[in-house]
């Protein structure tokens, strides 16, 4: 399996509160937002942009796009230096970050941060809870 990487990265700041997860794989797969937030709606997520995602539901908006998603640890998503890394805080909130180039750009700024230099200023406990590798599905032959 080949996973994906991206020559071109725009990074984006999210559009409202919760809406990490569409402006992060938006950037981590090169698709724009509003194809994302519309496979949002297609899938029946009712208001993703204001509620989250949890990873089952990006897992089931990007298949509609034909990207699968491989759930990883941080470091190996680091490794690869592409793909999706996804945050956990002490307060248990989730946060999504694009990874681009082995660095981490958050959508709540559209900032890019070397790893540790993203831990060293984010709240104390934060910690990498998983990393995301994409890849393009196979279509059905006929």
């Not at 990487?5 to 919760?18: G, N």
């Not at 230096?81 to 909130?93: A, E, N, P, Q």
Request: overall charge positive.
């Amino acid at each position: 399996m080949e996973y994906l990487t991206t020559s071109i990265f725009y990074p984006q700041v999210q559009r409202d509160d919760a809406d990490c997860s569409i402006s992060a794989l938006s950037m981590a797969v090169g698709i724009p937002y509003e194809t994302i937030a519309t496979c949002c709606r297609a899938t029946g997520l009712k208001n993703p942009s204001r509620t989250g995602m949890y990873l089952t539901e990006m897992i089931r908006v990007m298949r509609k796009l034909q990207i699968g998603m491989k759930i990883v640890t941080p470091e190996k998503v680091l490794a690869h230096g592409y793909g999706m890394m996804i945050v956990k805080y002490s307060t248990l909130d989730y946060h999504s970050l694009a990874v681009f180039a082995s660095h981490l750009c958050d959508p709540t700024n559209a900032l890019i941060w070397s790893p540790d230099t993203f831990l060293a200023n984010a709240p104390r406990g934060t910690v990498f809870q998983n990393g995301v590798l994409f890849h393009r599905l196979q279509t059905a032959k006929k």
